[in-house]
């Protein structure tokens, strides 16, 4: 079990992490996903893969803080 201090130390890990992917992210899929004829589906598009980017992200970090107990 995780210590109050590695958990939020896995906290901030996880959100300066998840900042850099998300804004990168962002210059990537926002102009390849929205299509302004189609708002509603280009919100779903983003919405799913910025779901599985989340994902990912958190089980890798998860998993490597993990493995260091």
């Known amino acids: ?6 958990s939020i130390k896995e906290a901030w890990v996880n959100i300066a992490i998840g900042y850099s992917i998300n804004y990168c992210a962002n210059l990537a899929l926002l102009p390849v996903l929205w299509h302004p004829e189609h708002p509603m589906m280009s919100a ?7 779901t599985a980017i989340s994902f990912i992200r958190q089980y890798i970090i998860r998993r490597w803080f993990s493995k260091n107990d």
């Open 44 to 50: 779903h598009a983003i919405g799913v893969a910025f």
């Open 1 to 6: 079990m995780q210590s109050r201090r590695r």
